[in-house]
């Protein structure tokens, strides 16, 4: 069964930072993992990915203000988000980074933003 389990959500005031953690029960090793983010009354957004060789992409909206990064070894995604804005407040999930996610989906980790 994979598992994965997001961490370091919270409440921040605008323009603050927050770091995210996504444990993954499995080797990521060969996969471009992605976080990904759902407000309410909105769409799943995939926010960024990146590859097993450390190649990213991001989403317009978040483009210069988060970072992914990932340690292989330790099986963990993280999201650096800087200049966090209300329009950011949604619950984040990681996964795979494609259009073909695992549908085994974690909890998420809430993100509120206020202004």
């Known amino acids: 069964q994979v598992q994965l389990v997001e961490s370091g959500g919270g409440l921040v005031q605008a323009g603050g930072s927050l770091k995210l953690s996504c444990a993954v029960s499995g080797s990521i090793r060969f996969a471009v993992m992605g976080w990904y983010r759902q407000a309410p009354g909105k769409q799943r957004e995939l926010l960024a990915t990146?590859?097993?060789?450390?190649?990213?992409n991001y989403a317009d909206s978040v483009k210069g203000r988060f970072t992914i990064s990932r340690d292989n070894a330790k099986n963990r995604v993280y999201l650096q988000m800087n200049s966090l804005k209300p329009d950011d407040t949604a619950v984040y999930y990681c996964?795979?980074?494609?259009?073909?996610?695992?549908?085994?989906w974690g909890q998420g980790t809430q993100v509120t933003v206020s202004s």
């Open positions: 990146i590859s097993s060789s450390g190649e990213t």
């Open positions: 996964n795979i980074g494609s259009d073909r996610p695992s549908p085994y």
